[in-house]
């Protein structure tokens, strides 16, 4: 196959020359289409990279659209393709439903506030609640360096399921608690009246999200891990780390 020659021709007309002799020279039913539009006035480059994060992608945009603009104005144009794409995405996604994390998490605890009467069970409902999701982001940070657009989703639909458990957790000792029991025989109780409760529905979850992993689309299988593994920090928040806190409290407030 012949080439045409590393430097730049001189004249337009001989590059056009080169450009049709190489293209002569691809094998039968091949052309440059997906490289230079019929027109032979926008050609595309395409730049393979390594492993980075959707903020190195989007670093690395900008650098090279600013030396384009400085170097080659004529030529200055975004990047496109999926990678940058979901770069993008991704960081508005994270950013917007952080922000709706953080909501959802305020008005639930007002609306624990307004049905348990207290006060001071709905401030501790935050805990159980948002510790799982902060040590599964640490857990995937540590194992995989990177969350993406899988960990802005997982958010939002981890915590509208643990905090079911949290509310039946907390329902149940506020009830025991009425009925006269010290915090330790109300968290005893609470344990004998919902435990396996909590227990079955962990498990059916986990094994229910546990099947996205089994995906070969990255987001799929990351965020069913990342929801399972909440799920589990979960339940053990709920059963290792909210009755101590509970206890605790009341033994105070006494």
């Avoid at 194992?143 to 399921?161: D, N, P």
């Avoid at 780390?241 to 409290?249: D, H, N, S, V």
Wanted: aromatic fraction near 10%; hydrophobic fraction near 50%; glycine fraction near 6%.
């Amino acid at each position: 196959m012949i080439r045409p020659s590393i430097a730049c021709p001189p004249i337009r007309e001989l590059a056009a020359q080169y450009l049709l002799l190489y293209e002569f020279s691809l094998p039968f039913g091949r052309d440059l289409n997906d490289r230079i539009d019929v027109a032979k006035s926008a050609t595309r480059m395409t730049v393979v990279m390594r492993s980075l994060s959707a903020q190195q992608q989007r670093d690395l945009d900008a650098r090279g659209l600013a030396w384009l603009r400085a170097n080659a104005p004529d030529l200055a144009t975004p990047a496109t393709g999926i990678i940058i794409v979901f770069s993008h995405l991704s960081q508005r996604n994270i950013h917007s439903m952080l922000r709706s994390t953080i909501i959802a998490m305020s008005l639930i605890s007002f609306i624990l506030i307004w049905f348990l009467k207290s006060l001071r069970l709905g401030l501790v409902s935050l805990v159980p609640n948002f510790i799982p999701a902060a040590m599964s982001f640490g857990l995937w940070g540590y194992l995989v360096g990177q969350v993406g657009l899988a960990g802005s989703v997982m958010t939002a639909i981890a915590f509208g399921l643990i905090v079911d458990d949290t509310t039946h957790f907390l329902s149940k000792y506020q009830k025991a608690r009425r009925e006269g029991l010290l915090a330790p025989e109300a968290v005893r109780s609470t344990f004998r009246t919902v435990g396996q409760a909590l227990w079955t529905t962990t498990v059916v979850l986990a094994a229910g999200f546990l099947v996205y992993s089994a995906s070969g689309f990255e987001v799929s299988w990351a965020l069913g891990l990342m929801v399972t593994i909440t799920i589990v920090f979960a339940i053990a928040a709920d059963f290792l780390l909210l009755p101590p806190l509970l206890m605790a409290i009341d033994r105070r407030k006494s």
